[in-house]
Each structure stands twice: as C-alpha cells, then as structure tokens.
Nanobody, 121 residues
Framework: QVQLVESGGGPVQPGGSLRLSCAASGFTFSSYYMNMNWVRQAPGKERELVAAITSGGSTNYADSVKGRFTISRDDAKNTLYLQMNSLKPEDTAVYYC?????????????WGQGTQVTVSS
C-alpha cells in the first residue's frame, strides 16, 4: 500500500526558507519509473504544479518559483524534497506530494495529505 507523508510546512516570514519532505512507503523509488511532483493549492485557487522530477533526474519548475525552489529526492531514504528559499506571501498554500508510478504499462497516481505553508510577516 503506497503512502506519502509530507512534513516541513509551517509559518515563515517573507524571505525565509523551508524544506518540505515527502516520505514514501509501500514502494521503492529505484524500482519503478516515476514522475514525482510538488503541487500546491492556495485558498480559492486551483492546484498548481510547482516542481517535478523524473526517474532520470530531469526537473521542471513553475515560472513563479524558478530560481527559488529546488526539487530533489533521496532514493536511499525513499524521500522527495522541496527546498524553498526567498519565500513570498504568494507562496502561501497547502503543498502536496504527488507521485505517478508506471506499473505494468499503466500510470498510477498517488497523493499525500498535504502540508500548510504560510508566508507572512
């Protein structure tokens, strides 16, 4: 049973930093072809793809976070990370870990419960 548990969110002042973690269980990073994403949703807004990383290590970022956020993963720890620097009030949102795993030719989509990030002075 796949489980994704996010942590690391909380309140932070503008210009500050946070590192989000997504600990995965029920599967091993190195055993599957995957796309791993951080997605956020601010109040009253649609979900937004913030950052993505493929099994091959290719990364992609939303224009709004380029140069400030870094996605990475530690296969030994089965954990996905999002390093967020120079945070702005508009980064306030619930951040979700999303993993798409290719199993027997079919994509399977899994989500964590989310972690709140609040950027405010």
């Amino acid at each position: 049973q796949v489980q994704l548990v996010e942590s690391g969110g909380g309140p932070v002042q503008p210009g500050g930093s946070l590192r989000l973690s997504c600990a995965a269980s029920g599967f091993t990073f190195s055993s599957y072809y995957m796309n791993m994403n951080w997605v956020r949703q601010a109040p009253g807004k649609e979900r937004e793809l913030v950052a993505a990383i493929t099994s091959g290590g290719s990364t992609n970022y939303a224009d709004s976070v380029k140069g400030r956020f870094t996605i990475s993963r530690d296969d030994a720890k089965n954990t996905l990370y999002l390093q967020m620097n120079s945070l702005k009030p508009e980064d306030t949102a619930v951040y979700y870990c999303n993993v798409k795993i290719m199993i027997m030719g079919k994509w399977n989509d899994f989500w964590g419960q989310g972690t709140q990030v609040t950027v405010s002075s």
